[in-house]
Each structure stands twice: as structure tokens, then as C-alpha cells.
Nanobody
């Protein structure tokens, strides 16, 4: 399995970005998907997750109401729409895939089987 994240960049506080993650190598709609982030000097943290069908999602409290996770199974892609960005959102963002229980969302990075390479998001004040 390969995951390719893209869409990161630099934006001012209050701005928006949309991250994309393309999936290849297995059947995409057999996998739950998640987004995580890691800020400099900090541990990796959960951001959002979505089940195989897209009908259920879960968010970290810090991004709820500002970020939206979605997926297009026809395009083998998961998205993270990020609005009202804050400087504390600055991090490398990673997408991840989980293959055994795609009907559930998971906050723990230990559950995920496959990881993308990360894309950097920088939010300036």
C-alpha cells in the first residue's frame, strides 16, 4: 500500500487549506482512514478519522468545527479541509489507513497499518 499526501503549504491565520491523500495498492473502500499531525518537538496526535463509507467521522476537540474529513472512494482519495487555521495547527500532517476494522474510527495511531510521508502545514500569525 502507498499513501501520498499533498496540499500542505504556508497560510496566514484564519486561512484555509485542503489536504489530499491518494491511496494505492489495495482496495481503498476496505480501509478506514485517519489524519494525524506532528508539531516540532511534540508527539504525533490524532486529527480526524473516517470509516470506509464516509458515513461516520471523528475529530479531535482542537479541530472540531474547523476541519472536515471526507473521502471519494471512486478516486481512492481522502481529504482534510482545514478552515479558520491557527498558528497552533502548524505541523506535518500524515494520512494513515487501517485495514482490519473499516467500520469504526480510531484515535490511536497504533491501530493504523499504513502511513503516508507527511505534508507540512505552516500557519503564521
Amino acid at each position: 500500500v502507498q499513501l501520498q499526501a499533498s496540499g500542505g503549504g504556508s497560510v496566514q491565520a484564519g486561512g484555509s487549506l485542503r489536504l489530499s491523500c491518494t491511496f494505492s495498492g489495495r482496495k481503498f473502500d476496505s480501509h478506514g482512514m485517519g489524519w494525524f499531525r506532528q508539531a516540532p518537538g511534540k508527539d504525533r496526535e490524532f486529527v480526524a478519522a473516517i470509516i470506509w463509507s464516509g458515513s461516520a467521522t471523528e475529530y479531535a476537540n482542537s479541530v472540531k468545527g474547523r476541519f472536515t474529513i471526507s473521502r471519494d472512494n471512486g478516486k481512492n482519495t481522502v481529504y482534510l479541509q482545514m478552515n479558520s487555521l491557527k498558528p497552533e495547527d502548524t505541523a506535518v500532517y500524515y494520512c494513515a489507513a487501517e485495514k482490519d476494522r473499516p467500520t469504526l474510527t480510531y484515535r490511536s495511531d497504533l491501530v493504523y497499518d499504513y502511513w503516508g510521508q507527511g505534508t507540512l502545514v505552516t500557519v503564521s500569525s
